[in-house]
């Protein structure tokens, strides 16, 4: 399980509001069919980014060609400020810079944020039965497992 633990970092990210829906959405599914799954959405967004970061160079290639979700759907996104681990944020920010030299793409840091949630709401999805169902209003902060 991941935890925020030690020295995070600030890290400001654009979230389109359909990818923000199915993140809180899949961190929540994930709750009931994924054992492993982080206890806290902070959690589930680190394991995002270091299994994404984890794919290397090739693998978030293939990702791309995929074009797992559309973006926004033409409505206005948002920023929100994450307290990133400061070694997760380094190795997004090291990936950044491979897949930047190695497969041309430039990145920013939420433009790979959103590389790394896409995928994992793919899998949650996969986990959930093709289903995730919007979450209305808060997430918990301590929510109960099953």
Same mark, same amino acid.
């Given at each position: ?38 206890? @806290?959405?902070? %959690?589930?967004?680190? #394991?995002?980014?270091?299994? $994404? ?6 693998? /978030? *290639?293939? &990702?791309?060609?995929?074009?797992? @979700?559309?973006? %926004?759907?033409?409505? #206005?996104?948002?920023?929100? $400020? ?6 997760? /944020? *380094?190795? &997004? ?25 896409? *995928? ?27």
């Amino acid at each position: 399980m991941v935890e925020t633990v030690g020295e995070t970092i600030s890290t400001g990210a654009y979230w389109d509001p359909d990818t923000w829906q199915l993140a809180r959405a899949a961190y929540v599914a994930d709750l009931d069919n994924d054992p492993d799954a982080p206890g @806290a959405f902070i %959690g589930w967004i680190h #394991r995002a980014i270091e299994q $994404h970061v984890a794919r290397g160079v090739r693998g /978030r *290639a293939r &990702l791309r060609l995929e074009e797992l @979700a559309p973006a %926004g759907g033409g409505r #206005r996104g948002f920023n929100r $400020h994450h307290p990133l681990r400061a070694d997760t /944020r *380094a190795a &997004l920010e090291l990936a950044i810079v491979e897949d930047r030299r190695g497969s041309g793409v430039p990145l920013s840091r939420s433009g790979f944020l959103r590389e790394a949630v896409l *995928a994992a709401i793919d899998a949650s999805r996969r986990r959930a039965g093709d289903e995730l169902t919007p979450i209305p209003g808060r997430l918990p902060n301590h929510p109960v497992r099953s």
